[in-house]
């Protein structure tokens, strides 16, 4: 490096350092130059990360948020919005491309239905594209349920 080049590096060190010390206040979150937000940390080798977790991860509908919206002010995903879904009429969404088993269905989404619906989709509802092989547990169910239940209350 030149004796330019080493001036220039210094001078910048200096006046970063100078910047930092002028800034004070809290520069927990920033750069060193107390500027700019610091860089994003970087995770750990197999560490898990999410970014943005929907509405309903960490709850019942966790496995359900993968594909399904739950708040409505969540972006659609690939499968319909389940927000108020319970007393909701079935094949409803505009956007969503439903099999004819669930268009020809008819009705809306009871308790019941759902519960027998999540059990086996296939038995329940032969020719539906739901892809889930379906919940044993009872208690499990009934948990999604009263989560599904719960997202209809305004």
Not at 75 to 99: C, I, Q
Not at 111 to 125: A, G, R, W
Request: net charge negative; proline share 7%.
């Amino acid at each position: 490096m030149s004796r330019f080049g080493s001036f220039v590096v210094a001078a910048g060190v200096a006046a970063v350092v100078l910047v930092v010390v002028l800034w004070g206040g809290d520069m927990e979150g920033r750069s060193a130059a107390g500027l700019l937000p610091a860089p994003p940390r970087t995770p750990a080798v197999g560490e898990v990360v999410l970014a943005d977790r929907p509405a309903g991860a960490g709850t019942a509908l966790q496995e359900c948020v993968v594909c399904h919206a739950v708040d409505p002010a969540d972006a659609s995903r690939a499968a319909p919005d389940l927000h108020g879904v319970v007393g909701a009429e079935k094949a409803a969404s505009p956007w969503f491309n439903y099999s004819k088993a669930l268009r020809a269905a008819g009705g809306v989404w009871t308790e019941d239905e759902i519960d027998k619906y999540l059990t086996h989709p296939v038995s329940y509802l032969p020719g539906t594209k739901k892809t889930i092989v379906g919940i044993a547990d009872p208690e499990k169910r009934r948990e999604i349920i009263d989560a599904l239940k719960a997202t209809s209350v305004n």
